[in-house]
């Protein structure tokens, strides 16, 4: 619960004054993850999963991330199209747009 208050509160108060667009992060091992994705169609459905993994510690733009539940099972594969650093707290995401539905997030998260 502490990690979806965290990640809520940050994209609550996030702008693009105090987030800044980044082409490569890296994060730690140990960094608090969530991953966000709506229906399509109905983009105000979204299912947001806490407590969840990559398989890979470093994202670039044009790269792919794959991300686990905690039962490690796949919830998703994409290539990353926009990253945004803000606060050592990264957001990954398949959608080039600023209101983006789908993304990982990743705390401990550095600009590489």
């Given amino acids: ?10 994209l609550i108060v996030s702008t ?3 987030s ?3 082409i490569s992060v890296a994060w730690s091992n140990n960094s608090l993850q ?7 169609i109905l983009s105000f459905i979204c299912t947001k999963t806490i407590d969840v ?6 994202g670039s733009i044009n790269s792919f991330i794959t991300v686990f539940d905690r039962n490690n099972k796949k919830l998703n594969t994409f ?5 945004e650093l803000r606060n050592e707290t ?4 398949p959608q ?3 209101r983006y539905t789908t993304y990982f997030v990743a705390t401990n998260c550095i600009k590489k």
């Fill in 1 to 10: 619960m502490k990690l979806f208050s965290i990640i809520f509160f940050s």
């Fill in 16 to 18: 693009k004054v105090y």
């Fill in 20 to 22: 800044k667009n980044v």
């Fill in 34 to 40: 969530a991953y966000n994705e709506c229906m399509f």
């Fill in 53 to 58: 993994s990559a398989d890979i510690n470093v």
């Fill in 79 to 83: 290539k990353i199209k926009k990253i």
């Fill in 90 to 93: 990264c957001w990954l995401t």
């Fill in 96 to 98: 080039p747009i600023r």
